[in-house]
């Protein structure tokens, strides 16, 4: 315990009190310990995620606790784990029963025994998260400290309890939660730690993916995620997880013609579009934008260096990415593949003279992700010429009118042909054939470049010129 150090103030919430009610109902200790009491004593506010720890059954005093809270979620219970969670208003609380670890050098799942709260700090991941408050009315708010978490949190610094190498071998997970800290909190890894972490960075690879990919949406999160992900790259641990990006390292000359360091490069672009958005698959996006261009790397003698179709290759490397790591393959890959896919089309008409067709085609294309993709094609100005920056910016917000324009006049978004299938077949008196996508594909490419306006009747009139020219004989024409 630290001599006189007492935290009640953050055990305020009447949850504490009725946890600490049952837990004597039930003669067992318990704790507050970890990331709640880290937080509380960074003054960061707003900490939902309660971490309990209990001297005997975590699981019972969970269940005792959920049937004394009205409104209480159900107790979800993890058997394999000895832990338990509930939910409880805008809370998370997530109850173990204070034990011992062991673990084998190819997994990390630990052989587990009852142990005192000793024995559970110390297999706790950093100093910090070893912090605990004792909820015995008695010794109500104790601060135990055993491994001067408060001085490290004071110096800023990530140490673990016990030996680094013993830390990071018995659950690689925690080298990512180092760099994630470190990221979050703006600490230092302590340099014992990072030297071993730097020596374990292959153990990674026993870590299911889910929980590294759930590590590294907590480092996009964080106000500037290129921290840790430089963190990771020199860890070595970033080769191992997103060989794709580290593929962009390096900057190769030849004739005298260099291409920008695309690493590099990409972290700057996940710091920029962080200051403008909280959207974590938009940073992801960001994050991969440029996969495509080590791949398509090639040097013309003529032009330089050129990296032609990295963005439809890089789309396509997107959803590869996604099913190693086990990420969602749903709405948010083809989501980030989309963005991928169309992220120089913006830069590209922004270069150009901007004509109402080419952003007609852009509004068409993107959809409802068009400010998103506006958004991250700003963020990959990196330029660091004040006038070259400023001409992009100007030639974006050019883009921007354009946009608005063209969307008051033509309703592209979420565009829905003016004459359906079921038309033009009563029209022609056909049935289902190639005619009716060769008429639609019509009318559509008329709508883009401007050649008839995106209204029923110039559509309807498109149909009539266009079925005829294809050899049909129109039989039911009515507007």
């Not at 480092?219 to 992900?229: D, F, M, R, V």
């Not at 920056?389 to 030639?395: D, F, I, S």
């Not at 309703?411 to 060769?438: C, V, W, Y």
Request: hydrophobic content about 40%; charged content about 25%.
């Amino acid at each position: 315990m630290s001599p006189g150090i007492y935290c009640a103030e953050a055990l305020q919430n009447d949850v504490f009190k009725t946890l600490s009610q049952v837990a004597q109902k039930l003669d067992l200790e318990c704790y507050v310990i970890g990331g709640y009491v880290r937080d509380y004593l960074l003054k960061r506010s707003g900490s939902k995620d309660i971490d309990i720890v209990a001297v005997g059954d975590g699981i019972a005093l969970a269940q005792a606790l959920a049937a004394a809270l009205p409104g209480c979620s159900e107790v979800s219970v993890f058997k394999n784990y000895g832990t338990a969670m509930l939910q409880y208003q805008d809370m998370t609380l997530e109850f173990v029963g204070a034990r011992k670890e062991s673990y084998a050098q190819h997994s990390r799942n630990p052989k587990v025994s009852p142990g005192s709260l000793s024995d559970d700090q110390n297999r706790r991941d950093f100093t910090i998260n070893a912090l605990a408050l004792s909820l015995d009315p008695n010794n109500w708010g104790a601060l135990l400290d055993p491994f001067k978490g408060m001085e490290h949190l004071s110096d800023q610094k990530l140490i673990t309890p016990l030996d680094p190498q013993i830390t990071f071998s018995d659950d690689p997970l925690r080298m990512m939660r180092a760099i994630r800290f470190a990221t979050q909190l703006g600490f230092t890894i302590d340099e014992k730690a990072w030297q071993s972490i730097k020596d374990q960075a292959s153990r990674i690879k026993i870590i299911a993916p889910e929980r590294i990919v759930d590590e590294i949406n907590k480092i996009l999160a964080t106000p500037k995620p290129s921290i840790g992900l430089a963190l990771m790259y020199e860890a070595g641990l970033l080769d191992m997880i997103l060989p794709e990006l580290t593929a962009l390292l390096g900057v190769e000359e030849i004739e005298g013609q260099k291409h920008k360091d695309n690493f590099w490069h990409t972290l700057e672009v996940v710091d920029n579009i962080s200051l403008t958005t909280d959207k974590l698959w938009l940073r992801w996006a960001a994050l991969l934008h440029d996969i495509g261009k080590a791949p398509t790397k090639r040097f013309d003698p003529k032009i330089g260096w050129t990296f032609h179709g990295h963005e439809f290759l890089g789309g396509k490397m997107v959803h590869k990415l996604f099913k190693r790591l086990h990420m969602p393959l749903n709405e948010k890959v083809k989501y980030v593949q989309k963005l991928v896919a169309m992220s120089s089309r913006p830069i590209i008409i922004a270069e150009d003279f901007v004509t109402d067709s080419a952003v007609r085609r852009l509004v068409f294309d993107a959809s409802d992700d068009l400010e998103d993709l506006m958004t991250l094609c700003e963020a990959d100005i990196t330029t660091k010429n004040a006038k070259k920056q400023k001409r992009y910016l100007q030639n974006f917000a050019t883009v921007r009118q354009k946009i608005v324009e063209v969307e008051q006049r033509d309703h592209l978004r979420n565009f829905q042909p003016p004459i359906d299938g079921a038309e033009i077949m009563k029209t022609f008196g056909i049935g289902p054939s190639p005619f009716i996508g060769q008429i639609k594909e019509s009318i559509k490419e008329a709508i883009l470049e401007g050649e008839i306006p995106n209204e029923k009747e110039a559509a309807h009139a498109l149909m009539i010129k266009k079925g005829i020219s294809l050899g049909l004989t129109p039989i039911h024409i009515t507007l």
